[in-house]
């Protein structure tokens, strides 16, 4: 038999508008780029041509955006407060690229929780998060919000 999943996320019940979270940081590597590259299929010059990026306004090689919105999503995950306790992630809406992420730029994602909406139906709610990831010098290299839905402590007491 399993052992039953440990909880260490925050339930539904637990978030707040005006919560703020900030991730760890983590240094995008060449290999990041390469490996998602293989992984989306996404092979263009500007993330994985030196000598053709070196001719663009970037100067060198760049991440893929999506790259960047999928570390962002781990380092988010790694916080622990959707573990165990996260039901779905439901939408990205107003989500901006608002600069390069070069090969050795360090980020991190500072959240904040700006709307919860019970949802009894499912036994928890959705939690909306407004999302800035951030380089090693404090700029805004993407931006937008997240709706994520979360079980609610008391359906979880009613299962246990």
Known sequence: MPFPSRQRGMFFDEFAPGQKIRTAARTVTEADIVGFAGLSGDFNQIHTDAVYAATTPFGQRVAHGLCVLSIASGLTVQTGIMEGTILAFREIQEWKFAAPVRIGETIFVDLEVVETKAIPRIGGGAVTLVLEVKNQS?????????????ASRA???RDS
Request: aromatic share 12%.
């Open 138 to 150: 404090g700029a805004v290299v993407q931006k937008g919000k997240w709706t994520a839905l979360f």
């Open 155 to 157: 359906a979880e007491a």
